[in-house]
C-alpha cells in the first residue's frame, strides 16, 4: 500500500502498533466513541489486557492522528473490493460541519482563515464552518468524501468527486442547471439528474423520477448514519490535521462495517446487526 516505503523515516517506533490504534479507532467509532479521549479512556477501561502498552492520551492522540494517511488508503481499498469505483451509479450529496452557529461566528477563533460561513438548506440556517462533500455507490458504500469550506458551491465541489467515476450520478436540486449538466456531460461523460424544481416543466417520465426520488434516499441514510452513529458533523478539533484525521476514520469504520456485513451475508447498511 504504501510502496513499499516506510510509513516512519525518523523517531521512535510507538509502543502500540498501528494496527493496535487503527482496530481501537475503528471500534471506538462503531460504538459511537468518536473522540481520541474517549477511545482511549474506553479501550484503558475495559480492554486493557488486550492493549497493554497503550500509555498516555496525548501520544495515543498524536498516533492516532498521525495515521490519517493510512485510513484514507485502506477505505479506498475496501472501497474498490465493494464495488465503489466500477459502479455506473453513483449519488452525490453535502452535509454540514458547524463549528458553531451563526451568531457565535464572530467569536471564534477556531480554523480562522480556514472556516467559512456557509448555508444548510436542510436545517434552514447559516452556520459557520466546512461542508462536506459525499459520493456513494448504488449500494451505499462511500466512494468520494472532501471537506471544503462551508461557502463553496456544490457544483464546483463535485467536480473533485470524479476522477475515475463513469455513468450516472443523481444529486439534489442544487446542481440543477442545464448548462452545467451539459458540461459535465462533455468534459466527463458524467450524466447527472437531479429532481425538478416545482416551476420547471418536467419531461421526463414519472416512472423515472419515481426511481430517481426513492433511490435518491440511499444517500441521505448514509449521511444519516454519519451523523447520528459517527457524530461526523461535530468538529472536535482544532486543526486541520486532527479534523483529517477524524473524517477518515469514521469514513473508514462505516466502508469496513459495510464490508464485513457483506462478508457474513447481512444486508450492508443494517449497521446494527453486527451487535447482535
Not at 29 to 50: C, N, P, S, V
Not at 59 to 65: D, P
Not at 71 to 89: N, P
Not at 203 to 216: D, E, M, P
Amino acid at each position: 500500500m504504501l510502496n513499499e516505503k516506510k510509513l516512519r523515516q525518523r523517531g521512535f517506533k510507538p509502543k502500540l502498533s498501528d494496527s493496535e490504534i487503527l482496530t481501537m479507532g475503528i471500534v471506538g467509532e462503531f460504538l459511537g466513541i468518536d473522540t481520541e479521549k474517549g477511545i482511549w479512556a474506553y479501550f484503558r477501561k475495559h480492554w486493557y489486557d488486550w492493549f497493554p502498552n497503550i500509555g498516555s492520551r496525548s501520544n495515543f492522540a498524536k498516533h492516532m492522528a498521525n495515521l490519517w494517511y493510512i485510513k484514507q488508503k485502506l477505505q479506498k481499498k475496501f472501497a474498490e473490493r465493494l464495488g465503489a469505483f466500477s459502479d455506473t451509479l453513483h449519488l452525490a450529496d453535502g452535509f454540514p460541519l458547524p463549528i458553531c452557529k451563526f451568531k457565535r461566528a464572530y467569536f471564534s477563533s477556531i480554523f480562522k482563515g480556514e472556516a467559512t460561513y456557509g448555508y444548510c438548506a436542510s436545517k434552514d440556517e447559516k452556520y459557520y464552518g466546512f461542508k462536506g462533500n459525499l459520493l456513494i455507490n448504488s449500494a451505499g458504500v462511500i466512494t468520494y468524501v472532501t471537506i471544503t469550506p462551508a461557502n463553496v458551491d456544490e457544483r464546483d465541489s463535485l467536480w473533485d468527486l470524479l476522477s475515475t467515476i463513469k455513468g450516472m450520478i443523481i444529486a439534489d436540486k442544487g446542481l440543477i442547471g442545464v448548462d452545467y449538466q451539459a458540461e459535465l456531460k462533455f468534459m466527463t461523460g458524467i450524466d447527472l439528474q437531479t429532481a425538478a424544481r416545482f416551476n420547471m416543466k418536467e419531461k421526463r417520465s414519472k416512472k423515472f423520477i419515481k426511481w430517481l426520488v426513492s433511490t435518491r434516499r440511499l444517500v441521505e441514510t448514509v449521511i444519516g448514519q454519519l451523523t447520528e452513529r459517527f457524530n461526523i458533523e461535530k468538529i472536535r478539533a482544532r486543526k486541520i490535521w486532527y479534523l483529517t484525521s477524524r473524517i477518515a476514520r469514521k469514513i473508514l469504520a462505516h466502508t469496513l462495517t459495510v464490508f464485513i456485513n457483506k462478508q457474513i451475508g447481512n444486508p450492508p447498511l443494517q449497521l446494527d446487526l453486527l451487535l447482535n
